[in-house]
């Protein structure tokens, strides 16, 4: 019986693995990086991994643009709509489940379990965040009893674009860039190190997926490097700083309050508080009479 | 027809204003070292001598509201802190011609709005949240959520009671305590409120209040035994505040500065619409954060609704606040009308028509006739800066999308106004524009029960309702 090297075609030698080019993820494309850098993943277990773009302050510029050109029609999907497209990433995860826990086996040096598992979590986080969608005005709305004739009611609603920079991990990035979308605002994720590998993987989940090109924008590299320019851009809404190191969070901060950014952290516990947070309660009043 | 109206003032004789103030601190009150002066700004009267607090007085404040938190306040139930803000309630509500007079003269806005808005609704305030204090637990913020600590809270002059009420409610009525700074124009009223404290038997040290200026607001801000800032005021100082605790686990709620479109559609109500828009800019003499700063017109109706808009600002009274018949009363400071006449001189500058009904404003005091602009683009001063006075800019549109663009036009979040018959199109344009508060075919309508704050640059968080609970309570677990 032959065995599977016999099947090379090249007889002298087994066959050559494929790799893939690691690119950005904005607007619904795979562009490389403008300024031309790569940053290489490797290990100490596989030596090199790959060659993911170290972004630059021009493609964050270009992903925010494509993420507030996304924002109104995303946020006028019906909440119905959203919740069915956030599912669907889900559904689509669970069936490339085993790519996703080799490359992040790979890259971050976890055992395969592990990595296995980790990805079950994004799915099941997948689900859990989709659920949120058509719920999250009836928790977080209401209508007021005001003294007086008016109808007067309170709904939460998304705030716009928000950059997000996850801790250097699958997991961490799902989580945040599913709470953050599911109230219909766009995102702009900025991926560090190792990260990338499992993370632009799944850009390809979504470049097939139901969701709009732009919702989702991917920039991998250093967040030292992007997280400032996030903090300072003046048509970001909000930013996610939970994987930015704590001793760096306060010059973030500083340069958020430009234009009063809604800077936040979570240590990582599963709550709809971390839907409101990128989201605005709106009143509304209306005189009542005949 | 001609209606005169022969003065009817308010007697004032019911305040009795002390020649000088103290702070108010740890039930008591305790004598500053410097002093400025506060006035009528209808007269430049002086009213009384104000403590300027230092570094050295807000913490003493800050140390009898940790002492309070933790050896009183956080010790006592909901129910019996809900009592507390009852009986509050009802002081006030007892004493609240005094309250409106009192705020009147320290203020400069008219005794009807004071006796028949803000009064009121300060008492209301509290009654709302003392219905809170015990049921936080249903507040959708998890079971048992905790408060924060001591709340630093920083308050402007244009409600001054008023914001007192907003900021303190919510604290005491969630478990926290207060060290209260008003603003140094309008401190009179809140020293009264620390009366009220005591008459109510307000254990001592849970609400504190530090009268001054800026450098006594950022005391308490920069104060590290403070967990939790509220402040309403400029969207500068708000982003100086952000700046200042970003290397802090201090918690803050803003509530800053606005630019409200208010958007009138071609089949709106002319007749009411006119006293919306009157509502909306001329109401507290236009020092509100959320005014209906910039009038949105559709063409078609452009020109008819400003005539009409014209007769009826000829029939605004200017004048003495004291009188129950004035609409409009004094600019708040000397400082305030020269912000406000320079935006103004940039209006007529940059090209665009300035109108007022002809009146006679006092040669005493501070004082702003009610002003329209027409003529005025998005790129005018006047469209995108907030003049937080009695003038009103006055842009047009042809399409309901071009009405939004420009309504959106603005780094600020705060109000926007909607004025059409259609329904369909209300809900349209109340969902488009992008404000904490959108108020449809009314303006300017505020109540304890609703939710108050801005999106974008107009701040962080809500004040009011439910929504503004979470200001003030970490989640539960």
Not at chain 1, 22 to 33: D, H, T, V, W
Not at chain 1, 99 to 116: P, R
Not at chain 2, 22 to 45: L, Q, R, S, Y
Not at chain 2, 123 to 135: C, E, I, L, P
Request: proline share 5%; with cysteine.
């Amino acid at each position: 019986m032959a065995s599977p090297k016999k099947r090379s075609t090249n007889k002298s030698a087994p066959r050559l693995e494929v790799k893939k080019t690691f690119k950005l993820f904005i607007n619904g494309a795979f562009p490389r990086s403008e300024s031309g850098r790569v940053y290489e993943v490797s290990s100490n277990k596989s030596g090199f991994i790959a060659n993911p773009c170290l972004a630059s302050r021009k493609d964050l510029r270009d992903a925010v643009v494509a993420a507030r050109a996304a924002q109104s029609g995303w946020a006028k999907a019906t909440a119905y709509n959203r919740g069915q497209i956030l599912y669907r990433i889900a559904e689509m995860l669970e069936g490339r489940a085993d790519q996703f826990a080799s490359e992040i086996s790979l890259a971050s040096g976890v055992t395969a379990k592990k990595a296995h598992d980790e990805v079950l979590v994004a799915i099941d986080r997948w689900v859990w965040y989709a659920g949120w969608s058509d719920k999250l005005s009836a928790a977080f709305g209401a209508t007021n009893p005001v003294s007086g004739p008016y109808y007067n009611f309170t709904i939460p609603e998304p705030q716009g674009v928000i950059a997000v920079a996850p801790a250097e991990s699958f997991l961490a990035f799902i989580d945040a860039i599913a709470p953050a979308i599911v109230s219909g605002n766009t995102v702009v994720a900025l991926v560090p190190g190792s990260a990338a590998i499992a993370v632009m993987s799944f850009a390809e989940v979504l470049a097939t997926s139901d969701l709009p090109a732009g919702v989702i924008n991917i920039l991998t590299g250093s967040h030292d490097e992007l997280a400032p320019w996030a903090a300072s851009h003046m048509d970001i809404d909000g930013f996610d700083i939970s994987g930015i190191d704590k001793k760096k969070r306060s010059e973030i901060k500083v340069a958020g309050a430009e234009n009063l950014k809604r800077i936040h952290s979570f240590d990582g516990a599963l709550s709809p508080t971390r839907i409101y947070a990128f989201m605005e309660a709106k009143t509304v009043w209306h005189p009542i009479g005949v | 027809m001609t209606f005169e109206y022969a003065p009817a003032p308010e007697s004032r004789a019911i305040v009795d204003i002390k020649a000088k103030y103290g702070h108010f601190i740890d039930g008591k009150f305790v004598p500053g070292k410097k002093h400025f002066a506060t006035i009528n700004p209808a007269t430049e009267e002086v009213l009384s001598q104000i403590s300027l607090g230092g570094v050295s007085d807000v913490d003493k404040a800050v140390t009898a509201a940790q002492k309070a938190y933790t050896k009183t306040w956080s010790k006592l139930s909901g129910k019996e802190r809900g009592k507390y803000l009852y009986r509050i309630a009802r002081i006030l509500q007892e004493r609240a011609r005094e309250f409106a007079v009192l705020e009147t003269l320290d203020n400069g806005k008219p005794i009807r709005e004071t006796r028949d808005i803000d009064i009121p609704l300060v008492a209301a305030h509290f009654f709302y949240h003392a219905g809170w204090a015990d049921k936080l637990d249903y507040a959708g913020l998890g079971k048992s959520p905790q408060p924060h600590g001591v709340a630093g809270q920083i308050i402007p002059w244009n409600f001054p009671l008023l914001m007192l009420a907003w900021k303190v409610a919510p604290a005491l009525a969630t478990g926290n305590t207060v060290v209260l700074k008003p603003a140094e124009t309008t401190s009179l009223t809140a020293l009264l409120f620390a009366e009220v404290c005591q008459q109510a038997e307000l254990p001592d040290g849970v609400v504190n209040i530090v009268t001054g200026d800026g450098s006594t607001g950022a005391a308490i801000v920069n104060h590290p035994g403070i967990h939790k800032i509220a402040f309403t005021g400029s969207t500068d100082v708000g982003k100086k505040i952000a700046r200042a605790i970003a290397g802090t686990n201090k918690k803050a709620t803003l509530e800053l500065g606005g630019k409200g479109a208010n958007v009138v559609f071609d089949d709106a109500p002319l007749d009411e619409t006119v006293e919306g828009i009157v509502n909306g800019i001329f109401f507290n003499q236009g020092h509100v954060c959320c005014a209906g700063s910039r009038l949105i017109l559709q063409e078609g109706i452009a020109d008819e609704l400003i005539e009409k808009l014209k007769i009826r600002m000829a029939k605004i009274r200017v004048g003495d606040p004291l009188d129950k018949n004035t609409d409009l009363g004094a600019i708040n400071s000397r400082e305030q009308l020269s912000k406000i006449q320079e935006l103004a001189s940039a209006g007529d500058a940059e090209g665009a028509e300035r109108w007022s009904p002809a009146c006679t404003l006092s040669a005493k005091g501070f004082w702003f006739a009610p002003t329209i602009f027409t003529g005025v683009t998005q790129a005018h001063r006047i469209a995108r800066e907030e003049i937080f006075g009695p003038v009103l800019s006055i842009l047009t549109f042809r399409t309901p999308q071009e009405a939004i663009e420009k309504a959106n036009n603005t780094p600020f979040g705060l109000s926007a106004g909607v004025w059409s018959e259609k329904g369909s199109r209300i809900l349209w344009a109340t969902q488009q524009l992008r404000a904490g508060v959108v108020w449809a075919n009314t303006f300017n309508k505020f109540d304890p029960a609703s939710p108050f704050g801005g999106y974008k640059e107009s701040g962080w968080g809500r004040e009011g309702g439910k929504h503004g609970l979470a200001a003030y309570l970490k989640e539960g677990k």
